[in-house]
């Protein structure tokens, strides 16, 4: 039971974060593979649409399907996480986070992700087009741009020292600071 309630329970960052940075050197010395997610989109649309496409004609089961595999469970994971192993509790935020969030009208905290912006009701809205589909395709041609996501640069990149990471990631948090601070006064 208390096993139960440990994986219920949110890990602090002294734990999770080392768990995460270990991928990194583990998928390197048992497999020679570099931890990244946003790749997935490429080795599937490679799986999918074999043609003349350039940048599709590869030989995607070699160089891609352990990263499908990691993808799978992490989606698999991330179900059985929310789930089966469910937290009643709502998601613990700064009292001035909160204010900021309300200040921009985002008033329901009551699941992982605000109500407010990302259910399907709020889809087809103006704002709920702007932040999730404008939102998120630039965030996987970013990421396919910059040659990787937030994971791949920041996490992997940044472990083995690569310049172009360290600029990738602090493009995303330029980025980030940017639309938070000026397009989403515009957008709410």
Known sequence: MELIEMLRS?????????????????LLLLGGKKFGVSSNLRHTCAACMPGRVKFFDYDWKTEGSWNLV????TVAG???AGWLLNNPDPVELSVRT???L?????????GLLPGDLFSWENLLTPTGLIVMVV???????????????????????????QLASLMATIG??????????????LIF
């Open 70 to 73: 990691f993808i799978a469970g």
């Open 172 to 185: 995303f948090f330029v980025g980030g600071l940017l639309v938070t601070w000026f397009v989403f006064p």
């Open 10 to 26: 949110p890990w602090p960052w002294y734990v999770a974060g080392p768990l995460i940075g270990l991928i990194v050197p583990l």
């Open 78 to 80: 991330g179900f059985l």
């Open 135 to 161: 939102g998120g395709f630039l965030v996987g041609f970013g990421a396919r741009y910059a040659g990787g996501c937030t994971s791949g640069h920041a996490i992997s990149g940044l472990a083995d020292l």
């Open 98 to 100: 909160v204010a900021d």
């Open 102 to 110: 309300q200040a921009l009208g985002i008033r329901d905290f009551s």
